[in-house]
């Protein structure tokens, strides 16, 4: 028999197949249709997460003062009022620290570190009031060398310049901060910021902040002293040595800090590589327990294929008695009903991935319109959806479809068409 007369006869079978069919197929298309929207919507959040994370700088390191001594963990330094530092740790059990800032002397210990490029220390401060004509806001404000910042930080320029050399009360703002926050700051406008005034020369691609020269900050933040800074960046050569890198960071700066314990450490290293690789293993768990939830899906739908295939023989038996009876082989029977369980994993297959791709469409949607100004939403506010995902979950239900409807395909072939015609 040929393959033509054989897809045609178990196309026949399916269309004009009992209800129990087509809830299989349903079942079939609820699996599916899980699997391409949890894969999607994983690979999109990976891709938006290193995209993310790549924006902040994997070759960028930054230490911070103070350490969370009670937890372990890594906290983040801030100014307090008088100059003082503090730090918020990110556990419940950590506590707050009071420490001193870094120094020019620390700077100095860095550079003799061979997998440094570029260094930079600087200052900031919270709380500034930020006026433009007659709106005034409240702002961060650091302060950065302007010989180094361009080649060590991960910010790109809108409009104007960076700050250079030259300057002295120049100021470089966010966009953010530049059309929303403000009624659209232009190049060369004056703004002031804690009673002083500036010149806007730069306008970042994106952000609310805002720097100035460091040493212009000194003059501007009360408690900031002529040789501290609050947080020190490091641009290192090869990313592949990060974790290396901050190792010998931390043992040069307890060295010159006479710090002999860990727990003692006055300064944290913050590597955005292993934070990285940190949240990409904690999205790729999630992702396999939202895949398996979903395979239990696909495994509910390949039992149903098998019982509906065997109901499905016992229903032929007669018809395969007469088609042996006028000449079927034992491989045509078996070539009908692997196809026709083929038939059913692909029509479910493909209702299934035209329902993962609304469903993946529509859960991105809800979690981008959950972000506001960043967070998880905005991680998982994005899909991936490729050609190969969807050719993918179709072939895979196929093939689904065909292993489950194998055993009973068999027995249908091996019918003796005597015992088949006699069949009531």
């Known amino acids: 028999m040929r393959l033509k007369k054989c897809f045609h006869l178990a196309w026949n079978i399916l269309i004009h197949s009992k209800l129990r069919s087509w809830l299989t197929i349903i079942g079939i298309i609820i699996g599916i249709a899980a699997v391409v929207s949890i894969i999607s919507i994983s690979i999109g959040a990976q891709e938006q997460l290193q995209s993310r994370l790549g924006g902040f700088g994997a070759d960028i390191l930054t230490i911070t003062p103070g350490f969370s001594i009670a937890s372990g963990n890594f906290g983040f330094a801030g100014r307090g009022e008088g100059g ?44 500034n009031d930020f006026v433009y004509l007659t709106k005034t806001s409240s702002v961060s404000v650091t302060g950065v060398d302007s010989l180094i910042w361009k080649d060590i930080t991960t910010e790109t320029i809108q409009s104007g310049r960076f700050l250079t ?27 002031t910021i804690a009673g002083k005034t500036f010149k806007v020369v730069g306008i970042l691609t994106d952000g609310s902040g805002v720097y100035i020269p460091i040493q212009t900050a000194r003059d501007l933040f009360s408690g900031v002293g002529t040789k501290e800074f609050n947080s020190i960046s490091v641009k290192i050569s090869d990313v592949a040595l990060a974790n290396e ?21 006055d300064f944290t290293v913050s590597n955005p590589t292993a934070t990285q690789q940190t949240i990409q293993q904690t999205l ?22 098998a ?6 023989v016992l229903e032929k038996t007669r018809e395969i008695g007469i088609m042996k009876a006028i000449g079927a082989k034992n491989k045509d029977i ?7 369980a083929g038939m059913i994993g692909f029509v479910g297959g493909f209702g299934g991935v035209i329902l993962g791709v609304i469903g993946s469409s529509l ?20 899909t991936a959806i490729t050609p190969t995902l969807l050719i993918g979950s179709l072939l895979f ?6 292993i489950a409807g194998a055993i009973p395909a068999y027995r249908a072939s091996k019918l003796r068409p005597v015992d088949a015609l006699r069949y009531e």
Do not use: C, P, W
């Not at 009360?169 to 403000?182: D, K, P």
């Open 334 to 340: 078996l070539i009908i009903f692997l196809m026709n």
């Open 284 to 305: 790729g768990t999630m992702s396999l327990f939202l895949g398996a939830i979903a395979a239990i899906s696909l495994i509910v739908g390949a039992i149903g294929i």
């Open 245 to 265: 890198t901050v190792n010998e960071i931390n043992q040069k700066l307890m060295l010159e800090r006479g710090i002999l314990q860990e727990s003692k450490k």
């Open 397 to 402: 239900s196929v093939i689904i479809g065909m």
């Open 307 to 312: 019982n509906t295939m065997f109901t499905s």
């Open 84 to 127: 003082g530092t503090f730090l918020t740790g990110t556990s419940g059990t950590s506590s707050t620290v009071v420490q001193k800032n870094l120094t020019l002397k620390d700077v100095s210990v860095l550079k003799s570190i061979s997998n440094v490029k570029y260094i930079m220390g600087s200052v900031s401060s919270r709380g």
């Open 165 to 191: 050399s030259g300057d002295s009360y120049s100021v470089v703002i966010g966009s953010r901060l530049a059309s929303s926050t403000f009624d659209n700051i232009q190049i060369n406008s004056k703004v």
């Open 363 to 382: 859960i991105s949607s809800l979690a981008a319109g959950q972000a506001t100004g960043g967070g998880l939403g905005r991680v998982f506010g994005a």
